[in-house]
Every structure is written in C-alpha cells, then in structure tokens.
C-alpha cells in the first residue's frame, strides 16, 4: 500500500502522534517511523491470522526504504494466536522470552521499538510487554479493526486479563506513534465492524456525551455505512468506495474526542471515567458471556441498560434513552441479552442478576465497594463531569427482568377508577386495577377493539376477571 497525499494528524498530549487515512501501512509508516522514531531495531509483533496478509508486504516496504536510507535497521517478526486468551501471562511471559533470548543477536535492548499490528488484544498485551521489558522500551500501535482505532490504542492503556477480571493487571504506557490506516476496514469481518461500531456510537466517544451533532451524522449516515459493511471483506478499497469519507470522519471525530480526553486527564483522575458509558454493566455481561459474545456487543447492551439506569434516577428523559437505542440498533448491534443472535451465539446462556452484580463489583473503575457509573443526563450531556456512584438497589432494579410495585401507602380495598375516554389510558387502568389487591370499579372505560384485546389478555393470563355493573357503564376487576 502507497500513500502519496499527506494524512490527517491528531495531537494528544501535545504532541501529532496520531495519524488517519486510507493506505499508511507500508511505505508511509517505515518512512516515518525510520525518520521521527529511529531505531537499530524493530520488533514486528501481530497475530498468526494477520501476518501472512500484511508483513510480508511492509517486509518489502521495510528493505526498499531501509536501503534508501541507507539506514542499517533490523525488522524482527513475532506472532502470537488470535483472540482474547492470548492476552494472559503467559503469552506475555512467551514474549519475553523471545525478546531475551540469545537467539536476538545483537540482543535488543532499550532503543529497541516493537510495532504492535492488530485488534485490542495485540495492543493492550503488547503495550504492557513494551511498558515493562528493560523497564519500558518505545512501542507504535498500527490498530486493525475498527474497535482499536477509536478506542483501545488510544491513550496508553495496556493491560493482560487474569481469572478475576479483565485489564486488571498493566500499565499507562504511551505509544511514540498511532498509525491508524482506515484501509484495514476493507478486510475486517461484518460481525467485527459492527461490533466497533458500538466505540464509534458510544456515547464515551464523539457521540451522546460529547456531541450531538456528531450523534445526528451517525444517525443519518447509517443505512449507507451498514450496507457497505455487509459487502464481503475483501483487500483493496472497493468495500468502502461508497462511504470512504464518512467513515473516516467518523472516526476522526472519535479519536479527536479521545486524544482531547487523554490530553487532560492521562491518568483517569475523573474526566477520563467518561469514557467508560457502558462499560460498567457492559463488562460484567462480557466476563459471563465471552467469547461468544464480543466486546462491543456487551457495551451495546451496557449503554442501553445504563441509560435506562439514568431515566430510573431522573436525570434522563425516555426519548434520549430511546434514540441511543435505535442509533445502536440501527447499526446492527444488540440492545439487550434476550435480543435472538446473542441469545442464539451464547447458546441461552442465562446472566442472573447475582452474577452481573459480582463482575462489576471487582471493576477497576469503583471506589471500593461502591459501583460508579457514567450517567447521561441527555443526547450531549453528563450528569457529572465523572462517574457517579449508584447502589446495588438502583442497578438491581434495571438488571431484573421484573420488579413487584407495591404501594407507598395503605390503600382501602374497595376502589373507583375514571379515567378520560383515551384508549391508552383506558388499557392502563386495566393493567393496574388487575394488577391491585380487592375490586376496582372502573367508570367511562372507552369501549373499542383495543380495550377488548387488553380484557380478554388479562383474563387468559389469568391476572384478573371482570363483571359489568349498571348495564355496562360500570366494569368491576377481581
């Protein structure tokens, strides 16, 4: 891949390290990574189902501007398997070794530069090993799916999982550069764009926290953006050709509001905790329901569900929460765990409401044992400049797929209902003298096809019965 046109840069923490186009890898980035990071030696480490696609062509790329240069750099290779297990202590340790071994003549040492090519398992473990070995040598992230390049390579947080949770074991460690080469799309599996697609809309990034404008473009854009996703992945730039513009501007909008984020609050002091929306809930359905179900998706459902969290606390209306929802949907990605493909995926795996309590209690993100979640108060807008702690009781609540509403106060067991001739309102007085102790005599019920429906389900339901009184006008529920 060759790139003539100069790419699009992004400060983060004062620096232009971040760079996004169409067609970086190869050319480009051995140029600049032989110019502005310079090193004897260079560790090119991905997984085994990229490396046959793509190091063979920047091994190329490497000699031919290598010999331009007149420059004696060394390329090393490194792959390590595919998915979220490699991302653990032993990879980690395997790595290690490799790097350590004798076989590395000369050895590398601390001006060496590993270049980490992949998802956010490759980056988040490769950045750790980088921000450890010789107690920290340079690293670049070179992300490949869609899920890494607005979110996982930016901002230096790596990290390996271990049995008690995700990312609970790493470190901040900045990469020198972020090569995001938005050409890696046209390869990337239907399922895993969509399931990026969830850090794009995610309210953490340029969308319902940040920016409603850029809320509004996603909105609009996506019948086009979906379409030319479900076209087979395939090498080249035809799978994009329709939308080439507009994905990039949506993820450059992502990566400028997280650069902005990191730039201010590197180090998570409160600001940066935005960026987890969706993750507090989203996280405890992933530690259950992985790796069936994939990060993004568990997100999609943790921002439906902590939206709904905001509107049960009353700092979010029902239409905002309902517009965050269809934006997801609207983009193929789950916004509940009964939704049929999760359900189907997973093999019916059942989440209690225990069990999603346990996972997010050991959430980095908590102070001690109080769990702190992101709150939308609108399409835009926070209720905090940071995470707000919320009780076991609320999150309960929105987990449960029911809840007993009983009443406040002691209610005589004989009550009357008029309600006005609305047949909304009619059904929902229905619903609510069934769902009451003792007799309720409703009066001026409006009689039409739908209020017939809703006796006729509650009686099949066997959730109440019904007697006319005073020739019709009086309908007493049992």
Not at 5 to 26: C, F, H, M, Q, S
Request: aromatic share 6%; charged share 20%.
């Amino acid at each position: 891949m060759n790139h003539t046109a100069e790419p699009t840069k992004v400060p983060i923490l004062r620096k232009e390290n971040i760079v996004v186009d169409y067609n970086l890898w190869g050319t480009y980035i051995v140029h600049d990574l032989l110019t502005n990071v310079p090193s004897a030696t260079y560790i090119l480490i991905t997984d085994t189902n990229l490396h046959d696609k793509y190091v063979p062509s920047f091994e190329a790329s490497f000699s031919e501007v290598n010999a331009q240069q007149k420059s004696n750099a060394r390329l090393l290779k490194y792959q390590i398997p595919p998915g979220e297990t490699s991302k653990s202590r032993a990879t980690k340790a395997d790595l290690e070794d490799w790097l350590l071994s004798d076989e590395r003549d000369p050895p590398c040492d601390t001006k060496s530069v590993i270049i980490a090519l992949g998802g956010g398992v490759i980056g988040d473990m490769i950045g750790f090993v980088a921000a450890t070995f010789k107690r920290g040598i340079r690293f670049v992230q070179v992300p490949t799916s869609l899920l890494a390049m607005v979110d996982s390579s930016i901002g230096g947080k790596t990290a390996i999982d271990t049995p008690a949770g995700k990312n609970l074991i790493g470190a901040f460690w900045q990469p020198s550069k972020i090569y995001i080469d938005l050409n890696f799309l046209n390869t990337l599996p239907t399922r895993e764009f969509i399931n990026g697609m969830a850090e794009v809309i995610k309210p953490k990034q340029t969308a319902a926290i940040w920016d409603e404008e850029e809320f509004e473009r996603l909105e609009s854009n996506a019948s086009s953006v979906v379409a030319a996703i479900r076209t087979s992945p395939q090498v080249g730039d035809r799978r994009l050709s329709t939308v080439r513009s507009i994905v990039k501007s949506l993820v450059l909008g992502s990566v400028k509001v997280k650069a902005h984020v990191v730039s201010a609050d590197e180090r998570e002091g409160g600001l940066r905790n935005l960026l987890n929306f969706g993750h507090s809930i989203g996280h405890a359905y992933e530690g259950i329901l992985t790796p069936q179900i994939l990060h993004g998706e568990c997100v999609s459902i943790g921002m439906v569900l902590e939206a709904a969290l905001a509107r049960h606390l009353g700092v979010l209306d029902g239409g905002a929460a309902a517009r965050l929802a269809k934006c997801l949907s609207s983009y193929g990605l789950p916004i509940s765990s009964s939704d049929p493909i999760v359900r189907r995926r997973s093999a019916n795996k059942h989440c209690t409401v225990n069990q999603l309590l346990s996972v997010m209690g050991s959430h980095k993100k908590n102070d001690g044992r109080k769990k702190r979640i992101v709150l939308l108060a609108g399409i835009g807008r926070t209720y905090e400049k940071q995470a707000t702690v919320v009780s076991d009781r609320d999150i309960r609540v929105i987990l449960s797929p029911a809840v007993i509403v009983e009443p406040s106060t002691t209610m005589p067991s004989n009550v009357s209902c008029t309600p006005p001739g609305s047949k909304s309102i009619s059904n929902r007085a229905l619903v609510l003298a069934a769902l009451g102790k003792g007799e309720c005599r409703v009066k001026n019920l409006l009689h039409s096809d739908d209020t017939e429906v809703m006796l006729n389900a509650l009686v099949k339901l066997k959730g109440a019965s019904f007697v006319w009184e005073e020739s019709g006008q009086i309908l007493v529920v049992k």
